[in-house]
């Protein structure tokens, strides 16, 4: 199976109550074969309108979040943990992560990333480690299922609040020096 069969078959997905009031799956995007994952946690009103994650306000803030380290969208592949947008941003319920984790789970199998940065608190918990703090974690490095993986504050969280943004740059800063050390195509 490769990525677009995936998305196709997580099109019928209806295992939870969210994908019986999407406008659109929002499966993922970018490179099938990056060396870096970036998840987030759910789509919001854009994407959900769009089929594509990140693209309202903290989209343009991720773009932006990338430039800084001289990497676009081409270079790295984007998703959610929950593939359908809950109710007014909310968070996603337990029962919809559950029911959304093993596409997330075959997409990490089929990019095969060798770095995963995990964008705030919701996704962090969910690949990491279910106590992830994302106050005093953020920027580390942590060794799962071989794969490395960071959290950064989720631009949505930088939006709201600007104080953070310093700390994410040197989050930021870090991920370009493991990119550099660990990636090969990466910045090809």
Sequence with gaps: ????????????????????????????????????????????E??????????GAAGKLLDDMLEMIYLDRSKVYIANI????????RDPLELE????????????????PK?????????????????????????QWFEVGGIKMMAIYHPAALLRDPSKRPETFVDLKTLQRTIKETCLNTYR
């Design 82 to 89: 929950v593939k359908c947008r809950p109710p007014h941003n």
């Design 115 to 139: 770095l995963i940065v995990c964008l705030g608190r919701i996704s962090a918990t969910a690949l990491i480690k279910e106590d992830f703090k994302i106050t005093r974690e953020h920027g």
């Design 1 to 44: 199976m490769d990525i677009n069969e995936l998305k196709n078959a997580c099109e019928g997905c209806k295992d939870c109550p969210l994908g019986l009031t999407r406008t659109n799956l929002v499966f993922g995007v970018g490179d099938p074969n990056a060396e870096l994952m970036l998840i987030g946690e759910g789509p919001g």
């Design 97 to 112: 992560k559950n029911a959304c984790i093993h596409w997330l789970r075959e997409q990490i199998k089929l990019v095969s």
């Design 46 to 55: 854009q994407e959900d309108l769009q089929g594509e994650p990140f693209v």
